[in-house]
């Protein structure tokens, strides 16, 4: 239970550092974000939570459930992109991998 919890909250922590990143560099934000990357952290984090398969899903690129709306799926792509890179730079432990490759 305990190490579902901690996964779950390891994903979110990864999707709120790329939106973060991604909002500094595309939307020029020196703290906070702005309402559409707050926006789309919040959608992102409901469907972790939300996620029917959690711990035994395997990636969400391949998830099949496709838990995502078209046009959020559009932007978190766009997010992953942009951060994904710079994140693992900025940060080796939360490397994003996992949104990233799909492997
Ligand atoms: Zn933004």
Redesign the pocket.
Known sequence: MSSNHSKMENEVKTAELM?DI???G??S?RDG??????G?LDYVRLRLERCPLREDKPKCSKCSVHCYKPDMREKIRAVMKYAGPRMLCRHPILSGRHYLSGE
């Open positions: 939106i991604f909002c500094h595309q939307h934000r974000l702005c309402p559409e990357c707050r789309l």
